[in-house]
DNA sequence: CATTAAGTTCAATTTGTTTTGAACTTAATA
DNA sequence: TATTAAGTTCAAAACAAATTGAACTTAATG
């Protein structure tokens, strides 16, 4: 692997960490994203990265449980290949997008175990509509994604 | 302080957590929001919480940094007292979701680093672009709500 | 059915982060 | 100017998360 895609395996790594996900598994991710080949060996991947058997078992597993990898499997060969799902990216990004509702949720919660109305008090209305309405807005954006995708990525690239 | 309060302050720390800041950072926050006193001393926050002052110091110092809460010092009174800023919601929001630019740029540097093409690249491709139009879709979400948010308010509450 | 390749599991270790506490700074008061 | 209250700093301790590695499981092959 050249030194270049080693590189950007690690920055992948840090991109999944800034969405809550070990770096590891932004690595492996990332490595599957550039790698060139239909799928990859449990053992290549290991190797690449210079990480244990554990360390690629657990991070390959729960890739597979969030539904970001899939496993491929051929008759004749014990191994296990891995290969990137075909995500679909509005589901991607909502799934990260939920806890809009949670906060407008506590920020609501906030203004009730007040015991006067304040400022605060109004600024945690203002807050808990904001939220909540994010959520919602950010639904329609995906619904709007999913109708319009061919015309906006036409229209980007 | 009641129950009541101390499991909101840990519910705060929590929400904060998502956002990746530290869990003391949402605590001191979710007091401040909940504490019915115009402010807060230094002390007041040390004894709620149970942390040391180290702890305090730089936690609320980051706090101020990021422009959560602000500081109040009285003539006469060598204490500082804390209290949360009137934050502008959209602006808060926005610092959050800057990660979108970052996140289409990695993604597109990923399908050029790649010397094949594939179904991989064509997800890509449609990744990046997704990327670069959400956060483009959610600075005007964070336009619609300053132009809009007393209606939004109106309807919501 | 014994052997071996391929992964999994999990206790122990390593690594990273948070918190403490004691020494230090700063500035207000006596 | 000496004293003291209020915070700050930062090295060490406590805690938490990630990683290793060796023993274990599973299932394919000779």
Not at 5 to 26: D, N, S
Not at 109 to 137: I, M, T
């Amino acid at each position: 692997m050249n030194k270049k895609k080693l590189t950007y395996i690690e920055e992948c790594g840090l991109m999944f960490e800034q969405l809550g996900l070990a770096r590891m598994v932004g690595r492996v991710f990332g490595y599957l994203l550039i790698c060139d080949e239909d799928a990859v060996s449990f053992d290549q991947i290991r190797e690449v990265l210079s990480a244990s058997k554990g360390s690629i078992s657990s991070t390959t597993k729960q890739l597979v449980q969030i539904g970001f990898i899939e496993t491929v499997s051929l008759p004749g060969d014990r191994k296990t290949y891995f290969k990137v799902t075909d995500i679909e990216l509005g589901k991607m990004l909502s799934q990260r997008m939920n806890f809009f509702e949670k906060f407008a949720e506590v920020l609501s919660k906030g203004r009730n175990l007040k015991n006067r109305e304040d400022e605060v008090s109004d600024w945690l209305r203002d807050a808990a509509v904001f939220y909540s309405w994010v959520g919602e807005e950010i639904e329609q954006m995906i619904q709007k994604w999913h109708h319009e995708k061919e015309n906006i990525i036409k229209q980007k690239e």
